[in-house]
Structure formats: structure tokens, C-alpha cells
């Protein structure tokens, strides 16, 4: 028998792992990689939700919208990223600090 | 039913062994390609949740789209890379200590927590009514993200072009 804790453990997961990535990789791209983990985490918890406590699929709209929005930042986190390289030949997001953000 | 239950422990394995390697390889190139076999898994979870177009959708904008975005990127930005030896991480402790945490709080949550449960929705296709619901219900966050599409995808042009 699956249940949601089944899911919502994978997810929890998931979410760590890209978490951790986030905060340690130097690379950008290793860096959006860790956000696409965590942005999948996010989607199975609300298909999740939306199969086991609902009777409606807005959860999966969610997780929809969700992937759209996670191709349209994909999109532009690489064209920062190409960018970023072109200027300074570095991808390391610790070196981009001259704005002292 | 057996076969089922065996059948999604395999994914859900699948999914976060890989999803593990991508965090901890520290050569990129493996990290992308173990962010394919996760993609994977999750599309095969979605199936046993009965979202079968979801299932297809990831699979066809993830693995297609962003995992080939995502490659490019390497590629193209690979060759200093090999040149620099810098450390390819920091914080290594404190982010393992902080991530485990976080971890461990929401297995707290998850455990400790009466969801509510519905009777499930009979499994069978579900592309129909996401497609009646996206032009009903949520027609109007569907034409805002398609604008944010054209937005991003004007934007990255720009940001992307060569030159001034």
C-alpha cells in the first residue's frame, strides 16, 4: 500500500539534497541543478497532496505551472550564466560580488 | 499489486540515489546526466499517482528541455574550468550539518502530522480535464505564464547575444 508518507519523504529528501547543493556548489550551474532538485520536490509533494487528499487535480496544475516556471528561470539562469562568462571567463557565483550584493 | 508496490520502490530509489550523485559528484558533466536518471524517477512516480500527463510533461520539458539547457551550459562554459583547480565546494560541513537538519524536521512533520486523507480519483486519463481546467478555471494564470515565457525567452536572447 502507498501512502502520502511515502511521497512526502522522497520529497523531503529531494529537498535536502538540492538544499545542500544550493548551498555549497561554487559552480552556477551546479547551483541550478541543486534548485531543479528542489523545484521537483515541490512537484511531487503537490501531486501528492492532490491525489491523496483531494478528489480534484488543481495539484497537478500546480505542478504544471511549476515546470513552466522552472523552464523560464532555467532559461535565464544559463543566459546570466553564459553572460557572466563571456565577461569574466568564471562561472564561480562566488567571484560575481562586484555589486556587493 | 505486489508488483506495483516493487515497481515504485525501484523509482523512489532510483530517484534519490540519483539525486544524491548530482549533489555529490564532483565532476559536473556525471552531475547532469545523474540529473536525467532523477528526472526519470520522479516521471515514474507521477504514474503511480495517476498523472500520467504530468509524467509525460516532465519527461518531455525536463529531460528534453531544461537537462539539455543545462548541458549546454557545461559545455559551453567547460574549458577554464579545467584550467582552475578550485575547490568546486565551500561550507562543506555546515551545509551537510544544516541540510541533515532540515532533513530531520521535515520527517518530524511528515510523521507527526494526521493528513487528510480523500478517497482517491479512479485512475485513467487525466489529459482531458487538465485541458478543460487550463482553459477554465485557469485560464487566466495560463495567458500570464505564457507571457512570462515570451518575457524570459526575450530576455535570455538579449542577455545571451554576443556583442555590445
Given at each position: ?44 509533494n ?29 532559461a ?7 553572460a ?5 571567463q ?12 | 499489486?505486489?508488483?506495483?508496490i ?21 565532476n ?137
Amino acid at each position: 500500500m502507498i501512502t502520502i508518507e511515502h511521497y512526502l519523504v522522497i520529497s523531503a529528501i529531494l529537498l535536502s539534497l538540492g538544499l545542500f547543493a544550493v548551498m555549497t556548489k561554487r559552480n552556477g550551474i551546479a547551483v541550478l541543478m541543486g534548485i531543479e532538485l528542489i523545484l521537483n520536490a515541490a512537484n511531487i509533494n503537490l501531486v501528492a497532496f492532490s491525489h491523496f487528499s483531494t478528489r480534484f487535480l488543481s495539484g497537478q496544475i500546480f505542478a504544471i505551472f511549476v515546470i513552466i516556471l522552472a523552464a523560464a528561470e532555467a532559461a535565464i539562469v544559463l543566459a546570466i550564466i553564459l553572460a557572466m562568462y563571456a565577461n569574466r571567463q568564471v562561472v564561480d557565483i562566488d567571484l560575481a560580488d562586484t555589486m556587493k550584493g | 499489486m505486489e508488483l506495483g508496490i516493487w515497481t515504485f520502490y525501484f523509482f523512489a530509489l532510483l530517484t534519490v540515489v540519483s539525486g544524491a550523485l548530482v549533489v555529490f559528484l564532483r565532476n559536473i558533466v556525471y552531475s547532469a546526466f545523474m540529473l536525467f536518471v532523477t528526472f526519470f524517477g520522479v516521471a515514474g512516480l507521477y504514474i503511480f499517482v495517476g498523472a500520467d500527463f504530468l509524467a509525460a510533461t516532465q519527461v518531455l520539458l525536463y529531460v528534453g528541455g531544461i537537462l539539455v539547457l543545462i548541458i549546454f551550459g557545461v559545455m559551453l562554459t567547460r574549458k577554464v574550468m579545467d584550467v582552475k583547480v578550485r575547490e568546486a565546494r565551500i561550507n562543506f560541513s555546515h551545509g551537510l550539518f544544516l541540510s541533515v537538519l532540515f532533513l530531520i524536521l521535515l520527517l518530524g512533520i511528515v510523521f507527526n502530522t494526521e493528513w487528510t486523507k480523500a478517497d482517491s480519483l479512479p485512475p485513467g486519463p487525466t489529459t482531458e480535464t487538465i485541458g478543460i481546467l487550463l482553459m477554465t478555471d485557469y485560464l487566466l494564470p495560463f495567458e500570464v505564464a505564457s507571457l512570462l515565457l515570451l518575457g524570459a525567452l526575450v530576455g535570455a536572447a538579449m542577455l545571451a547575444r554576443k556583442g555590445d
